[in-house]
């Protein structure tokens, strides 16, 4: 059964201070999703990480995927207020459901 | 364009009564899901609809709940009798063929629901 952990669950971090979250999951998987949600919004997808190894950058995020470590990290580089947000990371692997972490509530302070 | 659409926003009813989502996707989107988010948790996946056919229901509590997808297009999810325990935000998501090589899903804003 694909399981996936985030952490941190919650993390209040200084504007101009990098940070990661880190995901993990516990098969393998075919494709690693990141997910923005602000309160009472949708979700916006960010990423979709295909392949070991895959990097992609969007602003201030960068996230990537280790597939040997069934491990993804969403690195932020120095926040912003507009950054505060809950962020998921999701796995699929084959044709089973997208399963969601419990996501990572970012503050970013000043 | 426009995404995917739900309504209503948000609903407050008692237990025991019946209660029912709408889900528009987004245009020429063949899959659609129902999720249930509860408070501080990820998205579930409650349903999956290819088409008008129901792929993947294996989560739904079908003693309570039930869905339609008629035309292939809209959908919506019912619950009868709500529970307290069904108070949580029912999400909606669409994805297309097209982008089926990486399965990218598109979500609408969800219905907030409360039960008392």
Redesign the interface.
């Known amino acids: 059964e694909l399981k996936?952990e985030q952490n941190p669950l919650f993390l209040s971090m200084q504007e101009g201070k990098n940070y990661t979250i880190y995901c993990n999951y516990s098969t393998t998987s075919d494709?690693l999703?990141w997910?923005r949600q602000d309160p009472?919004?949708?979700?916006?997808?960010l990423f979709?990480l295909?392949s070991n190894g895959a990097v992609k950058q969007e602003g201030r995020l960068m996230a990537s995927l280790d597939t040997k470590a069934r491990l993804s990290t969403l690195h932020i580089t120095a926040a912003v207020h507009d950054l505060s947000a809950t962020y998921?990371c999701?796995a699929?692997s084959g044709n089973t459901?997208?399963v969601?972490?419990?996501?990572t509530r970012l503050s970013v302070i000043a | 364009e426009a995404g995917v659409v739900q309504s209503p926003r948000y609903k407050i009813i008692e237990k025991k009564q019946p209660v029912a989502f709408w889900c528009n996707p987004i245009s020429g989107h063949n899959t659609l899901y129902w999720y249930l988010q509860n408070l501080g948790q990820g998205p579930e996946l409650l349903i999956r609809y290819e088409n008008e056919e129901a792929v993947d229901d294996s989560q739904l509590p079908k003693d309570r709940f039930s869905a339609e997808r008629l035309k292939g297009v809209d959908s919506t999810l019912k619950i009868q009798p709500a529970e307290l325990g069904d108070s949580a935000v029912y999400l909606c998501a669409s994805s297309s063929r097209l982008s089926s090589f990486n399965n990218e899903q598109f979500f609408g804003p969800g219905t907030r629901l409360t039960v008392l």
Request: aromatic share 20%; hydrophobic share 45%.
């Open positions: 996936v494709r999703y997910y009472g919004k949708s979700l916006e997808s979709v295909l998921f999701a699929v459901p997208l969601f972490g419990k996501g």
